[in-house]
């Protein structure tokens, strides 16, 4: 039943392997960069063992997303020709059966056509899991040759959709043409941390972390001073302040923390310590002291939001 | 090459045929609601309809918006499901090519079969069949002929691809049901957008939410607002100055943005700081404040607050 559908350049040096460049942060490549010299009607294939001509890991050495995916293709393919030869690469994981694997993730199909193929794509992946290539129609693979080079095959003229388990018989001295690169996902929202996740610590935003704003407004009265705080976004928000009562000594305000949401205004209320109520009451009317006020917002990301506002405070000697 | 797969009654007539009921809503059915009776493996192909003299719904997409729902009826007792792909082509007769925007996917079994998608469509869209290399595509077999286009299998992304016409006595057995989509957000407005009014939700729209500072002065209150949603904000007041007379205060309109806090000014109108010049300091009138904001639906928010005005007699 398997119908070899083009040979191309069947028997081609490997020569044209391409290797990706040592990428310079974390992500990482794996699954093999050699070259399809051939196509088949009807089948799922997947990467069971390489030989040495393949250096790459054959399983994804970690968790994260793959972001990028690329076949190299020796054969010529004529421009019509690129819908039949589309293909389609799948995260396949093992199951309790030796010889089965499920289907966990799957790109778009890419047209193909002769040369490196790259595409983008975002698709989840752990550890362990291996790379599937399956066309519309057939699925392209190269022919390494040696006896560690092993792909397992399964004629599925069906499909293999994600959800779906399918069983491989080993055929040695073949590869698939597919290599892959994963980038981590700290957040776990299924988009790559380096290429496609502007805001890595928060599974909430995928667009740059937002930043808090602060507005902030007080209100002094005799034993205590009232700061009322709006935010742009929900978060706890703590309110300090500080005196210089003279040169040498400053009285701090015990800060205050609670929560504050869009369009609400919280009102904290800062006792004045008695050091400070007691210089204020060692002062005139006329005379004044400068309170600091600070209230900061943790951000998902950078640096804490601030404003910081000063109070006059009147003596009340 | 072309192999023909029975379904145990491929010559079935198509007076079982089921038509579309038009909905209660604004949704839009378009494509062809006969009932498939064969399928037909002629290699990778979608097959579209052109023209179809026995098919009373249009062939073409009447409007454009989302494709929220597409449906396959089979005949019964088929054994076996079906694999069918679902390819909404944007077809160019002149040139006779196609691209494929969108298409979805799903396991057809006797009977009528519905899945639901959300694929951006335009008038003029078409419905293509195809079907994996086992079985083919479904199709309704029957008189009178119809101008179908058969193109090789293809993809979102892909681009414009040749297809050819034929005249063959067969149908496209997809249904499609179009949403609007005012907003162009690519979500059906009745099942799918819970904001249809803004393209930036889908969730129910946003309401928003006002609060407010008053410090009096002796000419004016000065109302600091904030917002949970950037919006234009007005602000105005009332004050019962007695004999019966309100005396209205206002002002704004300015936009409030989130984590901003906004000044307001209400001047006093003259009769107010006249009667307050009549009271004394521990007489006071009750200012009463509104803050309002309208939001993409149009709903008002308001925030109502008060604050005492001390007699400057």
Request: charged letters at 15%; proline letters at 8%.
């Amino acid at each position: 039943m398997k119908k070899r559908l083009c040979s191309g350049v069947a028997g081609i040096a490997l020569a044209g392997i391409f290797l990706f460049a040592a990428p310079a942060n974390a992500a990482t490549e794996f699954g093999s960069n050699c070259t399809a010299e051939e196509a088949l009607g009807g089948t799922a294939l997947v990467s069971l063992s390489h030989g040495p001509t393949s250096p790459l890991p054959i399983a994804a050495p970690t968790s994260g997303v793959i972001t990028r995916w690329k076949t190299t293709v020796g054969f010529e393919v004529p421009p019509e020709a690129s819908a039949i030869y589309a293909q389609r690469m799948q995260v396949l994981r093992s199951t309790s059966l030796p010889s089965q694997f499920l289907v966990v993730g799957e790109s778009t199909p890419g047209a193909i056509s002769t040369g490196v193929n790259s595409f983008p794509t975002r698709v989840p992946i752990q550890a362990g899991d291996r790379l599937g290539l399956r066309g519309p129609f057939v699925s392209v693979y190269c022919i390494p040759g040696g006896t560690a080079d092993v792909v397992g095959l399964a004629e599925t003229e069906g499909g293999t959709p994600v959800g779906s388990a399918f069983n491989v018989t080993p055929v040695p001295t073949i590869q698939v043409p597919l290599a892959a690169v994963i980038e981590p996902d700290a957040d776990n929202d299924s988009y790559g941390d380096e290429t496609q996740d502007g805001c890595p610590q928060s599974a909430a935003y995928q667009t740059p972390c937002p930043v808090i704003t602060l507005a902030t407004f007080s209100q002094a009265g005799s034993k205590a001073v009232t700061v009322s705080v709006t935010t742009s976004l929900s978060a706890p928000v703590t309110v300090s302040g500080s005196v210089k009562l003279n040169k040498k000594t400053t009285a701090k305000l015990k800060a205050v923390t609670a929560g504050v949401t869009p369009g609400g205004i919280g009102k904290f209320k800062l006792q004045f310590p008695s050091s400070l109520q007691k210089r204020l009451n060692e002062l005139t009317p006329k005379q004044k002291l400068t309170l600091k006020l600070t209230a900061s917002a943790a951000n998902i990301a950078g640096p804490a939001s601030t404003s910081s506002i000063n109070a006059k405070l009147k003596g009340q000697g | 090459m072309r192999k023909r797969f029975a379904l145990g009654v491929v010559a079935a007539a198509l007076a079982g045929c089921t038509f579309g009921t038009s909905g209660a809503l604004a949704a839009t059915q378009f494509g062809d609601g006969c009932v498939a009776n064969a399928a037909e493996s002629i290699g990778p192909v979608t097959l579209f309809e052109l023209s179809a003299p026995a098919n009373p719904l249009p062939q073409a997409a009447p409007v454009s918006g989302v494709l929220t729902s597409w449906r396959i009826s089979l005949i019964p007792e088929v054994p076996v499901v079906i694999p069918t792909t679902l390819k909404v082509i944007r077809a160019n007769p002149a040139a006779k090519t196609a691209v494929v925007i969108g298409e979805g996917s799903g396991n057809v079994a006797s009977g009528t079969n519905q899945f639901n998608t959300r694929i951006p469509i335009q008038a003029g869209d078409r419905l293509g069949i195809s079907g994996d290399s086992k079985i083919g595509a479904l199709y309704c077999n029957g008189a009178p002929p119809s101008v179908i286009g058969a193109m090789l299998n293809s993809f979102p992304g892909l681009g414009p691809t040749p297809f050819e016409e034929e005249s063959r006595p067969l149908r496209v057995p997809i249904v499609g049901l179009i949403e609007p989509d005012v907003d162009g957000d690519g979500y059906g407005d009745e099942t799918q957008d819970g904001c249809p009014q803004s393209a930036a939700y889908h969730t129910p729209c946003p309401v928003i939410t006002l609060d407010t500072i008053n410090l009096v002065g002796r000419k004016a209150a000065t109302i600091l607002v904030a917002s949970s949603l950037t919006a234009p904000v007005s602000v105005s007041g009332t004050v019962k100055i007695g004999k019966g007379t309100t005396t209205q205060l206002k002002a704004g309109p300015q936009t409030v943005a989130p984590g901003q806090l906004i000044r307001f000014k209400l001047n006093f109108p003259t009769a107010l700081k006249k009667r307050l010049k009549e009271l004394k300091p521990k007489q006071k009138l009750t200012l009463n404040v509104t803050a309002s904001a309208t939001n993409i639906t149009g709903s008002a928010s308001t925030d109502k607050s008060n604050v005492k005005l001390g007699g400057q007699g």
